[in-house]
């Protein structure tokens, strides 16, 4: 089943955070993060596996809640750069299957 | 090489004739991934190939699709027949292993098919 991303579109003015959530019915393995930019390809972001932990990209960080089912991708003191359509990629327990699922996708506007 | 490369990069054909869309994954990356992404839509899978493992078939949308994958590097992806709703831009991506607990996917720039 295709995880669920909020909000569907940001923007920031450079300096502001802004968190994206990405949330599944089911009980999730790992939770992939990628980025795109226009008519670009996907570019791969981070990993987590469930347990909870944190992980850091320069000023790009998430979290897996296993509970919730949901991650979150923090990013502080945005840059024009981090601009781009963020998709996250869910692989739910116990299903047997190795593919990414992803969510439509949450676009972010970083303006100066 | 030192990305994966996809080809052609663009290609319009008339509705009802085939394609062929060309993957060249990363050397060394044993799992291959296409994915179809439609206008404003998220990444839609369509079929997963693991070394010489029968491949996962499970998301193609119909039968006008198929896939190989030659010599565990190489992928065709092939649309017979073709509809103006297979239009979009097919990516295709490559990873280390299937473990996707410890591999990213790097993509390729992807194909943007159009049909007309």
């Known amino acids: 089943q295709q995880p669920v991303q909020s909000p569907q579109a940001v923007i920031l003015r450079e300096g502001e955070d802004a968190v994206i959530n990405c949330s599944s019915s089911?009980?999730?393995?790992?939770v992939h993060w990628y980025r795109q930019k226009h008519g670009e390809a996907p570019v791969f972001l981070m990993i987590l596996l469930k347990g909870g932990e944190q992980k850091g990209h320069e000023k790009i960080s998430a979290s897996f809640n296993e509970k919730k089912q949901q991650s979150s991708l923090y990013l502080t003191a945005s840059q024009l750069s981090y601009s781009g359509t963020y998709f996250c990629g869910t692989v739910r327990s116990g299903a047997g299957s190795y593919q990414l699922t992803f969510g439509k996708g949450t676009k972010l506007s970083v303006i100066p | 090489g030192a990305g994966v490369s996809q080809s052609p990069s663009n290609k319009v054909t008339e509705k009802g004739k085939d394609v062929e869309l060309r993957c060249d994954p990363i050397?060394?990356?044993?799992?291959l991934y296409w994915y179809r992404q439609s206008l404003g839509q998220g990444l839609e899978f369509l079929i997963y190939?693991?070394?010489?493992?029968?491949?996962?078939k499970s998301g193609l949308p119909s039968d006008r699709f198929s896939a190989e994958r030659t010599g565990g590097s190489v992928s065709t992806l092939t649309i017979q027949r073709t509809q103006q709703e297979d239009s979009a831009v097919y990516l295709c991506?490559?990873?280390?292993?299937?473990?996707?607990?410890?591999?990213?996917?790097?993509f390729g720039s992807g194909t943007r098919l159009t049909v007309v």
């Open positions: 050397s060394g990356h044993t799992a």
């Open positions: 991506a490559s990873s280390l292993g299937r473990d996707v607990g410890a591999y990213g996917y790097t």
């Open positions: 089911k009980a999730l393995y790992s």
């Open positions: 190939f693991q070394g010489n493992s029968a491949p996962d």
